[in-house]
C-alpha cells in the first residue's frame, strides 16, 4: 500500500506569489495513496529538509514529491536527505512548479491549478518507482592533458606531484607554449624563460609524467574514469631514443630559409630543426613539407652527419591508446591575424608587427639578441606606435569581445622598449586600460610616469607608408577632441586573442561545448569554471576565455585539483537511470545495438551449466550506458526499459493529467 | 530599445539617420580619419558624444558649432567605425535641424551659400555646372574676389568649361526640387 508525502515549497515568493502553495498541498493531500501534505517557504533550507526527514520516519512513507524548483537544481539535495531518513532516494520525485509554473504564468488561479495537476503527475510516477541503487564504476588513476603550455605543465606537474600518472600530449615539437616566446612578464618583468624553462625540465623529467610532443588527439572513446584515448604520434623523422640533441644535422642542413614560427616569422629555421635552443625535448624534428629528401629524395646530408644514426626517412605517424580517468583540455590561444585590416596595411607592411614579433625581438634569446631593429631595414626605430584593441571589441571585422591580456602586455612592451632605447619615442593608442590585477594598476601607472610611455586616448584610423620608409599613423586624442599624426619607425598591433585552430574539432571529440568564437564552455560561469558539460573533462588557461599568466596557472592548478579528487576514490558513483534489456521477451533483432550512441548495447549468449549457448539476447553495459533511452524507443518487443523512466512510469504521469 | 528611455535626438538620428547613439563606445576612429577634423571646433567623435547626451545644451552645442558645415560626407569615418555607425549621417541630420532653426555660425555661412548655390544650379540646369555655380557663389557668399587667382588655374587644366551642359529632362528635374520643397515645408 503506498504512502506518499507531499511537500510544496513557496521558494520564497518565487512560488508562491504566483501559485496558492497552501491550496496544493490541501488539495495533494486528498489524492490517492497520500498520506501527508504540506508546505514550507524555503524546503531546501534545513527545516524544510527536516520536516520531509520527520514525515518519512513517522508516516513510514513509500514514497515523496517534492513539488518545488528544477530537480536540475535540488534533486540531489532532496534525495540525500530522504536517504538520510532511511528512504531509497530514486523513490524521492520532483515536481517544477518555479520554472514550469510560476515563473511563466501570471494568472494565480490557473497556476494553482497547473501546480496541483503537476503534482498529481508525480504522485502517479512515484507510486510506481522502484528502489535503485547508484552504479559503481572503477576509475582509471591517469590523467590525460591536452596542450603543453604553462597550462598544461603546471596541470600535469600539479597531478603528478599529487601521486597520480598523467599523459601530456602536445602538438608542437617542445612544450612551453607561447609563454618560451615571451621576454619578460608583467608585472614584475620576470623573465619568461628564467621562470618556464626549469618546470618544462620538471615536466619531462617527473616520473609520473609521460611527454608526448609532436602528437595529436585523435579519437576518444569511453566515459568519465574509463577514457580510451587514441594520440596521433606525427612523424619525427628522428628517433628520439637514439638521438642525443648534438646538433651536428641542423648545424649542416642545407634548406636554411623557412621562416621560424617560434620568432613570429622574424628569425630563420633550417628543415631539421629544433624551435629553440631551449626546447623540451631539445631533439630534432624533420619539417616534412620543406625537407627535399622528403619531397624529392634528394640530400640526405643530416643522416649522413648524424653520429648515432637517428635519422629515419621512412618514419610515420603512428597512432597508440591511452586509458586515462580524466582529460585537461590546455590547447591556448593563438593572436588573431591583423590582416583584414586593408586600412593598418593588410598585413603587408614589415614594419607593422603584432605582439609577439616584438616579444622576440625585446628577448635576449630572440633573432636581434634583444636589440629592438625594426623588420624592414634592421635600424633601431626612434618613435614606436603600439595600438591596442586591434581586432578586439571590433565586431565589423574582428571579435566582439575585450582580449583582456593587451593593455598589459603594451604597457611592457612600452615600458621594455622604453629601457632599450632611451632617446625612443612610445606611444600607446588606447580606448581604454584595463588593468585590474595585483600590482597591475601601478605597473601602467609607472609606463607613463616612470618610463615616458604616452598615451593617447583614441583608435587609429589608418597607417600608410612614405617613400622615406616612415609608418604616417593617424589617430586621434579624443580626449583634447583633436586628430594626431604619428610620424613612426615601427608599429605594433595588439591583436585580439583567439582559441587555435582546430580547438572544436578537438571539442567534439570529447563532448565539450564552445561558445560563437571557439573558446570551450564552462559548465557555470561563477560557480563550475573548471569543468565543462562532459564528466571528467576539465579545462585550463587561455582555450576558455583570455587570460593572463598568473590566471592560466591558478585554472590549471585548479583543473589539476579536480583531476585528483576525481581519483582519490577507486570508484565513481553514477545515476542508475540506464537501460535493462527483458531477456525473456527480447528477439535478438540487434536493432538497439547498432542505434546504441555510445556502444553500450551489446550480444549477450545465454548459456547453461555446461556452457552451452542456448539463445542469443541484446544486453547493457552498465559502465558506458548513458541512459539516453534510444534502444528503449527503437526496440520492436518493447523489451528495453529505462531505469527511473520505465513505459509504466510515463504512461501513469501522462493519465493522471 | 524596450525599457530604455530615448530622448528626441536619439529618436530621430535612428529612424532618419539609422544610427543608435548609444552604440557609439568612443573610439574615435571618426575623428582619426576626418579629413576636414584638424578645421572643426567640434570634432566627430565629440559630435557624437554630445548626441548621446542629447540635452538642451548638447543640443545648443551643436546647432551653433561650425563643424557640422565642414563634414564633407566622404563617410571615411562610417567605413571604419567599429560599431558599424555612421557619423556622416548623424552631422546631415544635425545640419538639417540647423538650417531650419536658422542661427547658422558666420563661419558657415560660405559654407550654406555653397550648398544652396550649387542646388540653384542644379535645379536650372538640370546639372552641375561649373561657371554659373561660381556665379552664384559669388553673388550669394558677397566673396567677389576670394579663389579669384584659381580660376586661370583651372580653365588651363580644363577644369572650368566655358559652356554649361544642359540636360534634356530638366523640367522633371524642376518638378523634382518642386516636391521636395512641398515635403519639407515646416
Known sequence: MARIGVFICHCGENIGRTVDCAAVSAAAAKMPGVVVGMDYKYMCSDPGQ???????????????????????????????????????PYLLEMANLREHCSWVHSNQ????????????????????????????????????VVGGGIAGIQAALDIAAGGKKVVLVESGPSIGGHMARLSETFPTLDCSQCILTPRMVEAASHPNITLMTYSEVASVEGFVGNFTVTIRRKARYVDPAKCTGCGDCFNKCPIKKIP??????????????????????????????????????????CAKVCPRGAIDYQDQDRLEKVKVGAVVLATGF???????????????????????????????SGPTAGLIKRPSDGKEPKTVVFLQCCGSRDDKVGKKYCSKICCMYTAKHAMLYRHKVHDGRAVVFY?????????????????????????????????TRRRDGKLVVLGADTLAGRPV????????????????????????????????????????????????????????????????????????????????????????EREPVIARVNRTTCAHCRACIS??????????????????????????????????????????????????FTDEQIHAELNAL | MSGTKEHAL??????????????????GKCTAGCPMARYMDLSPNQIMRLAQAGDDAALERLLGCEALWYCVGCLTCAQRCPRKLDPAAVMDLLREMAHRRGKIPAAARKVLAFHKAFLDTVEHGGRMAEIPLVLRYKMKSLDLLGDVMLGPVMLAKRKLPLLPHRIRGRGEVRRIFKKCREEHRP
Not at chain 1, 72 to 82: D, I, N, S, V
Not at chain 1, 341 to 355: A, N, S, T, W
Not at chain 1, 434 to 460: C, L, P, Q, S
Request: hydrophobic share 45%; charged share 25%; proline share 5%.
Open chain 1, 431 to 463: 580606448m581604454d586600460v584595463r588593468a585590474a590585477g595585483k600590482g597591475y594598476e601601478e605597473f601602467v601607472r609607472r609606463a607613463i610616469e616612470a618610463d615616458g610611455a604616452e598615451y593617447v586616448r583614441g583608435r587609429v584610423s589608418r597607417i
Open chain 1, 485 to 572: 599624426t604619428i610620424d613612426a619607425d615601427l608599429v605594433v598591433l595588439a591583436d585580439a586573442v583567439v582559441p587555435r585552430p582546430g580547438s572544436e574539432k578537438l571539442a567534439q571529440l570529447f563532448g565539450v561545448g564552445y561558445d560563437q568564437d571557439g573558446f570551450y564552455s564552462e559548465a557555470h560561469p561563477k560557480l563550475r569554471p573548471v569543468e565543462t558539460a562532459a564528466a571528467g573533462v576539465f579545462l585550463a588557461g587561455a582555450c576558455q576565455a583570455p587570460k593572463d599568466i598568473p590566471e592560466t596557472v591558478s585554472q590549471a592548478s585548479a583543473a589539476a585539483a579536480k583531476v585528483l579528487g576525481l581519483f582519490a576514490k577507486p570508484e565513481l
Open chain 1, 334 to 364: 593563438q593572436l588573431w591575424d591583423h590582416a583584414a585590416y586593408g586600412e593598418y596595411g593588410g598585413g603587408r607592411l614589415r614594419d607593422v608587427i603584432d605582439g609577439f614579433a616584438f616579444e622576440r625581438l625585446a628577448s635576449a
Open chain 1, 109 to 144: 488561479a490557473e497556476a494553482t491549478q497547473k501546480a496541483i495537476d503537476l503534482v498529481r503527475v508525480m504522485v502517479a510516477k512515484v507510486r510506481r518507482n522502484r528502489p535503485l541503487r547508484p552504479i559503481r564504476v572503477p576509475v582509471e588513476p591517469t590523467a590525460l
Open chain 1, 260 to 301: 621560424n614560427e617560434f620568432d613570429a616569422g622574424l628569425g630563420l629555421r633550417r628543415a631539421i630543426y629544433v624551435p629553440f635552443p631551449q626546447a623540451v625535448p631539445n631533439k630534432p624534428v624533420i619539417d616534412a613539407a620543406h625537407c627535399t629528401m622528403l619531397q624529392k629524395g634528394k640530400c640526405g646530408l
Open chain 1, 595 to 644: 542505434a546504441c550512441p555510445y556502444g553500450a548495447a551489446k550480444d549477450f549468449d545465454i548459456v547453461d551449466r555446461a556452457g552451452k549457448v542456448l539463445r542469443a539476447v541484446a544486453d547493457v553495459n552498465e559502465g558506458l550506458c548513458q541512459g539516453c533511452g534510444t534502444c528503449a524507443s527503437v526496440c520492436r518487443s518493447h523489451s528495453v526499459d529505462l531505469d527511473g
Open chain 1, 50 to 88: 527536516q520536516m520531509i526527514r520527520k514525515a518519512i520516519i513517522e508516516q513510514k512513507l513509500t514514497g515523496v514529491v517534492v513539488g518545488a524548483c528544477s530537480p536540475r537544481m535540488h534533486e540531489r539535495t532532496f534525495r540525500a536527505a530522504a536517504a538520510e531518513a532511511g528512504l531509497n
Open chain 2, 10 to 27: 536619439a529618436k530621430a538620428a535612428r529612424e532618419t539617420a539609422g544610427v543608435v547613439l548609444s552604440e557609439c563606445y568612443q573610439c
